[in-house]
């Protein structure tokens, strides 16, 4: 029986980050997303499984540390997906704590997406394109880079999900601009009207980025990073984004599993 999944990127997956103590946060949300994209295209899903393997990855990971978790669907079967099993695997995370401070830097990147492509609304396994621009922005000095789809609009980074700040207005670009629906991205935005603050999907377009008073990045793994600059273009960082990361703080802890 082929390993699909391997052969033709024929799968899912779901990147965690593990807490001190080995909790995760949002773990439904996770599977929800990862069940919704098993709909989408006709994969078997057991979330009783999801759970199991999460459960035993757990295990080995060590007590005191965070990790990085990721959860795979791998689909099986010769001419068509017959059955699915889930893959885990887990790395130590490094210490980002100077980067939550003084912020990253990003660029653009070097093509365009199409926005209608079910691949940028889900983590599958056809990651190449991800992995090819990501690659190609930390050879040249950059945390990321941000994608803009065939209307010029800016989407989301390789790895990450993307905020711009303006007149205390937060922003984010729509997810019909063609993106994957974060979970960290959900969260952020329930944070942002939990604590008070203006926050909308809005278009965003190469021309704005000179406009805005900030903007921060956004995934499971490095939460909440505030951004430094957008290629030649500097941002402050604005209080704002330390009340943002302190509200997300709340909510991962309010949702350990």
Known sequence: MKNRTCLF???LFETFRVYRGR?????????????????FFALPFSRKQALDALQSALD???????????????SHGDHR???????????????MGSQHQQGVKLTLA?????????????????????IFVFTWARGGGFFDALFTN???E???????????????HILTPPLEAGLLPGITRKQIIKVAWARGFSVRESTVRLGDLKAFDGAFVTNSVVEVLPVS???????????MIQGIQEGYQERVRASFW
Not at 23 to 38: I, K, N, P, T, Y
């Open 9 to 11: 990127g024929e799968g």
């Open 23 to 39: 909790r995760l946060a949002f773990v439904e949300d996770h599977l929800d997303r990862m069940a919704e994209g098993c709909r």
């Open 60 to 74: 080995e990971v060590p007590v005191d540390g965070d990790a990085r978790l990721r959860l795979t669907l791998v």
């Open 81 to 95: 997906v017959e059955k699915v099993t889930f893959d885990t695997t887990w790395e130590p995370l490094e210490e």
């Open 110 to 130: 070097p093509f365009q997406r199409f926005s209608k492509s079910p691949l940028v609304r889900f983590k599958t396994t056809s990651y190449l394109e991800n």
């Open 150 to 152: 065939e209307r010029g």
């Open 154 to 168: 800016i989407t989301e980074g390789s790895i990450t999900n993307v905020f711009f700040l303006s007149q205390g």
């Open 229 to 239: 600059a957008v290629g030649d273009t500097p941002y402050p960082i604005p209080e």
